[in-house]
């Protein structure tokens, strides 16, 4: 039978459905508008006409974009830094996670505070620099993924997921002979795989987003991430659009056409985060039980 509301429910209610509608608005309507300015001639787009809907349809931007060859590499980079970073960073994160959640681990106290402690304080820009030179990193794959091998807070994640399996798992695996590898490959493992996805997709979106690094350390086109080859590109449409590009011998800046700049600017803005919005929605039921993890202690 259902419930009669009463007027101070139904108030709630309808004030945290508003609220809600709300704030699903103003984060959705810039994405919406990216889209639609994409497809849009830019001229509208600068006098304010694209609002709602599309004006002026056009798919000059992408046909621009998706032209030049430079968006390939740097996607068949960015795919394998994610990809293989993010396999790097659970093969580290979660046997490093398994360690310090072992309560008999005599130094696991001390060696999270120092992970900890990296959270709040770094060895700088330069030094890191100097180090990534010193391991011969410079202009090298390895440069994208090792660096970052581990983020605390991911580490913090899984550490408090295996904080809260219950230890008669591991008393009845030691009186079937398991060793401490055995319990962690067959019993934790298998058991964290709503923490195992919600670590892929924070690792992976820390890659896929990881713009920095290649701008200090990377020095090679065609090592270069899909996010720095789409800054050189709008760099250098921005400076054709200006003016600043007539009659230089800038790279590719003679391909794109001054009337389109911000069509090519919001279509680069699709390129780059489509792939994530693709990926979401099929880890989305891992992720909203990855996020609870460690919330609650039993």
């Known amino acids: 039978m259902r419930k009669k509301l009463n007027l101070s429910d139904f108030s709630f209610n309808l004030v945290f ?4 509608i709300f704030s699903f608005l ?11 300015a994409s497809f849009s001639s830019s001229t509208m787009v600068n006098q304010g006409e694209v609002v709602f809907w599309i004006k002026d349809f056009s798919i000059y931007g992408y046909q621009q974009i998706l032209a030049d060859s430079r968006i390939w590499i740097g996607y068949r980079n960015t795919l394998f830094y994610s990809i293989v970073g993010t396999l790097i960073n659970l093969v580290v994160t979660m046997p490093l996670a398994y360690t310090l959640s072992r309560k008999e681990f005599r130094f696991r106290r001390p060696l999270m505070a ?17 180090l990534m030179q010193k391991l011969h990193l410079m202009n090298t794959v390895w440069v994208m993924m090792i660096p970052t091998a ?14 809260n399996l219950p230890p008669e798992l591991y008393e009845a695996s030691q009186l079937d002979g398991c060793s401490h590898f055995t319990y962690f490959c067959k019993v ?39 996010q720095l080859t789409l800054r050189n590109i709008l760099l250098r449409n921005q400076a054709f659009a200006n003016g600043a590009g007539i ?15 911000d069509q090519i600017k919001f279509g680069a ?8 919005l693709c990926i979401y929605p099929f880890i989305q039921k891992y992720f909203e039980k990855g996020v609870m993890i460690g919330a609650v202690k039993g």
Not at 152 to 161: D, E, P
Not at 250 to 255: C, I, Y
Request: proline share 5%.
């Open 17 to 20: 459905g508003i609220i809600c």
């Open 269 to 276: 803005i699709i390129v780059s985060t489509l792939p994530l």
């Open 247 to 261: 009659g230089a011998n800038v790279s590719g800046a003679s391909s794109y056409a001054q009337t389109y700049a």
């Open 114 to 130: 120092i992970f900890v402690f990296t959270m709040y304080f770094s060895g700088g820009l330069i030094p890191s620099y100097l």
């Open 26 to 36: 103003i984060v959705a309507y810039p994405l919406y508008f990216v889209v639609i």
């Open 150 to 163: 581990v983020n605390v807070y991911n580490l913090i994640i899984a550490r408090s997921f295996m904080d």
């Open 188 to 226: 934790v493992l298998p058991l964290s795989k709503a923490v195992i996805s919600v670590l892929f997709l924070y690792y992976f979106v820390q890659h896929w987003n990881d713009y920095f690094s290649g701008l200090m350390y990377i020095n090679d086109e065609k090592l270069e991430p899909l």
